[in-house]
C-alpha cells in the first residue's frame, strides 16, 4: 500500500484523486478519517488509435481487497474510461456517462465526440458527487486519437500520454523515455505495458496482472492478463 496519506477532514478534491479502490479508511483521533492511496493507469495514442493500461489490485486499507478489479470501462463505442479512486463512485460516474451519452446521440442521431465526452466527464466530476475519482479518458473520433487526463474537480486536460493513481510517478518515467506519437497500436501497448509494470515494481499498492486496452475507429477491445510480462 503506498505511504501518502490525506486526512478527509481538510482534504481537497484534487487529493480525493487517490483515495483507492474499495476504501480503506480508518478513524483517527480528532474525528477525521485517513486513507492510504493505490493504483496505476495509463493512458497514450498512437498512429491509428489509444492504447489504455492499469493494474488489477483493488486495496483496503493494508489488505489486498480484490485481484482482479476491472479499471478500464468502456463509456462509448470508441472510448474507455481508468478509473483511479472509489469504486462506488467510479461505477456511478460510468453509469452515468453511458446514459447520458446515449441520451445524446438518441436526440442528435450522431456519435458523441470526445472533447463533448471529456467536458461531459467534468461536468459530472465538477458536480461535487464523484470527488473521490480521477479518470483518463481515451477514444478516437473524426478528429483522430485523444486521451484527456481529467480532475477530480472537473479540470481538463487533452494529453499525449497521461497517468493516474499512486504509481503514476514510476509510469511516467517510462512513457517520458518511449512514448513514439507514430508508433503502431501494438507498439503502443507494449509500452503501456511496460509503464505498468514499472509502477508494480516499485509501488505496491499496483500489481495483480493487467487491463489492455485498445481502441480505434472499429471499436474498443479489452484484455486482462495474470501477468503483465504476458502482455509484453
Known sequence: MSEDRHRMG???SEARATTP???GAS???DGTTEVKTGTTTVGLT???GV???ADMRASAGNMVASKNARKILQVHSSAALTISGSVSAAQSLVE???AEVRLYETRRDTAMSLNALANLTANLLRSGNFQIVQPVLGGVDDEGAHIYSIGPGGSVME???AASGSGSPFALGVLEGEYDEEASVDDAETTAARAVQSATERDTASGNGLSLATITDEGVDIDSYDRVENAL
Request: glycine content about 20%; charged content about 30%.
Open 51 to 53: 492504447v489504455l493500461a
Open 159 to 161: 494529453e499525449t500520454y
Open 21 to 23: 479502490e474499495l476504501g
Open 96 to 98: 452515468s456517462l453511458r
Open 10 to 12: 481538510g482534504l481537497d
Open 27 to 29: 478513524g483517527g483521533e
Open 46 to 48: 498512437a498512429a491509428e
